[in-house]
């Protein structure tokens, strides 16, 4: 049996988050959209809360011990305020919780705190790749062990900040098994590419990312000489998007049915009508469905339980088309006034249509 009431902590981490969340990255979130811009003011401080740094143990910079159910809930505020801005706050994450998961003593010891002790720094992963039928678990850059390194070849795709970014953590295809590779900025032959146009989270900036005989000492294999399980990984990422969901999904059912209770259509207020009564009804079920899936599994990860990997997936799956149909409703419910940028649902709807191929652009 087990039970989601959140404790002392994690009850005070998601009141400060929301506090963020309402009082910074909401009110940024319009302009740093249209200027493909977030204020590094409004990343320092999201930054400054703490969650990546109350994950990582006191030996390796950090204040605390890594909670799936905490980055979850985190994760959701974040991206009840902004989408982009959350993933911006979390970017670190990318790399340093990869480390602590499947990291070998010496690189936890070595890469940790540099990420965590000080400012936020732009340190990433690359682990998406351009084209149809991506798939984490085959992936087309390759990695090969010739003497004392890793060569790496290949093309990776949405890595964020990668253009001032103080490291990399590159995934790659070693003998069928994806495996990461801890690669220093200037490393000869990896090169960032433009930055690139996407339908939604404008204010994020991704890059791609080129690997052309890239040489990595064998000690920066992600786990040492054996390298390591990706499960730990995938899970992880796949939670963080499931949670990102459930935040945009909350924020766009809250303002379409504010809306609806305020807008008088012929003397009857919108909310009164019986197909947007269920419209909503139905937004609110699948929310709280996958919320609950979100917990169970996060809850599973921390258990240790080898049915967190299936879990997660599910979570992420259902959360992926559960967004995209909350935040399309959303902007029915608001007619035409849905369609026009002042309002923010438009913004959330493009946002959420990528969530389905973020698998690597977050983790928690």
Do not use: C
């Amino acid at each position: 049996m087990y039970s989601f009431e959140p404790s002392e902590e994690q009850k005070m981490l998601v009141e400060t988050v929301s506090r963020y969340a309402q009082g910074v990255l909401r009110p940024a979130a319009h302009d740093a959209d249209e200027a493909s811009d977030l204020p590094k003011g409004v990343i320092k401080k999201g930054w400054e809360l703490g969650v990546l740094q109350a994950s990582i143990p006191e030996q390796y910079g950090g204040f605390g011990e890594y909670s799936a159910v905490t980055g979850v809930l985190a994760a959701e505020e974040l991206a009840w305020g902004d989408l982009a801005g959350a993933m911006a706050v979390m970017t670190p994450g990318l790399f340093a919780l990869p480390i602590l998961f499947v990291g070998s003593e010496a690189q936890k010891e070595a890469f940790l705190p540099p990420v965590v002790e000080g400012d936020w720094q732009p340190y990433t992963a690359a682990m998406i790749e351009p084209g149809m039928l991506f798939d984490p678990n085959d992936l087309k850059t390759s990695a090969v062990l010739e003497g004392e390194s890793y060569v790496l070849d290949g093309k990776k795709a949405y890595v964020p900040f990668a253009k001032e970014a103080k490291g990399y953590l590159v995934y790659a295809n070693l003998g069928g098994q994806t495996q990461g590779f801890i690669v220093p900025v200037g490393t000869p032959g990896l090169t960032v590419g433009e930055r690139q146009k996407l339908l939604g989270i404008h204010a994020l900036p991704v890059y791609t990312l080129g690997l052309e005989n890239v040489r990595v000492p064998v000690e920066n294999r992600l786990g040492g000489p054996g390298g390591h399980a990706v499960a730990p990984i995938l899970t992880s990422s796949r939670l963080a998007v499931a949670a990102l969901a459930v935040g945009l999904s909350r924020a766009a059912l809250e303002y379409s049915k504010d809306y609806a209770k305020d807008r008088d259509v012929f003397g009857v207020k919108v909310a009164q009508k019986q197909a947007i009564a269920f419209m909503i009804a139905e937004m609110a079920t699948e929310i709280e469905a996958i919320r609950l899936l979100t917990w169970e599994a996060a809850w599973m990860a921390d258990k240790g339980l080898p049915e967190a990997e299936k879990q997660a997936y599910l979570a992420f799956t259902g959360a992926a088309d559960m967004a995209m149909m909350v935040s399309d409703r959303a902007v029915q419910i608001l007619g035409g006034h849905g369609y026009i940028r002042e309002h923010p649902v438009e913004l959330w709807m493009r946002n959420g249509r990528g969530l389905a191929t973020f698998t690597g652009l977050a983790a928690a």
